[in-house]
């Protein structure tokens, strides 16, 4: 049997990860005071009621500790283990796996893989999800994790957020671009750079026009030859900013030929990422090239 891992980035509501049989590892939040496990000691509607009322929060990674832990309780059961892990480019969670299966491997040889997604919240959740199949249909280890690493690049998350104050406490933008941001009433439309994994700043926009003609434009652009295929499961959601969502569902719908039966707005984005977003983040997750398991309605 495959024991799969991933972490609390990757933002699987706890029904479906039973039901898929998914570990989330755990990511620590903390407030500067006090520091809780996301979505376990805290409801997310408060976490981010705090955050609109000042609170900043920071995160950390997995510690290689509760890995190493988790891993051996698995291995010594019988178990292989698959680890999925928040993008490299964002946490050091994926380095600290490595280490631990570094390790493990002497009295485990060829029983631990590590996966790094390149990919955070629902993206990473995803690939979890996809590899849960796999298993169930008795595909091997290394299997997986080669589907895993080939497709990842091919699967794309799309953000936006509804100001710039959250990614500039986090580093991702300076004072001056905040600052002309909220002057000009500018949002920011980002991406998690598959290559490095990072989360970078594509372009600007002001008003919901302009963002939704943004959004094509990527989808079409990192879509294959150009097409986008609507038959395709595609994720809309938000940290707490429901009307974003409400609105990318009706574009799908009607400016890219979608059925509402394919579009999933059931997701949220958790405290992990949330703490560098903030509230007002909408995400949009959708595959480029979609294989086989992209278009089943799991």
Known sequence: MIKLFTDDGADINFT???????????????????????G??????????????????????????VMEEAFRKALEEGDEVL?????????????GAVMVKNALEKEYPGKIEVVDSKAATFGEGLLALKAA????????????????????????ECFTVGTLEYLHRGGRVSKKAKIAGGVLQLSPMLELEKEKGTLVVLDVYRGQKAFLKKLKKYILEHSKDGKFNPNQRVYVYSGDWPERVALVKDFLIKDMGM??????????????????????????????DPDELSLMNE
């Not at 990860?17 to 996301?38: C, H």
């Not at 249909?137 to 699967?155: D, F, M, P, Q």
């Open 16 to 38: 479906t990860a039973e039901r898929y049989g998914i570990v989330q590892l755990p990511i620590a939040v903390s407030d500067g005071e006090n520091e809780f496990e996301t």
């Open 40 to 65: 376990r000691a805290m409801d997310i509607s408060n976490f981010y009621d705090n955050m609109r009322a000042g609170t900043v929060y920071s995160t950390s990674r997995v510690m290689p500790g």
């Open 133 to 156: 199949i796999l298993r169930d249909r008795g595909e091997s280890l290394a299997a997986i994790a080669a589907y895993l690493n080939k497709i990842k690049t091919t699967s794309h």
């Open 83 to 95: 680890y999925i892990s928040l993008s490299s480019g964002l946490s050091g969670s994926y380095e």
């Open 259 to 288: 059925e509402e039966k394919n579009i999933d707005t059931s997701q949220r984005l958790g405290c992990v990422i949330g703490a560098h977003t903030g509230p007002e983040v909408c995400v949009v997750t959708f595959g480029g």
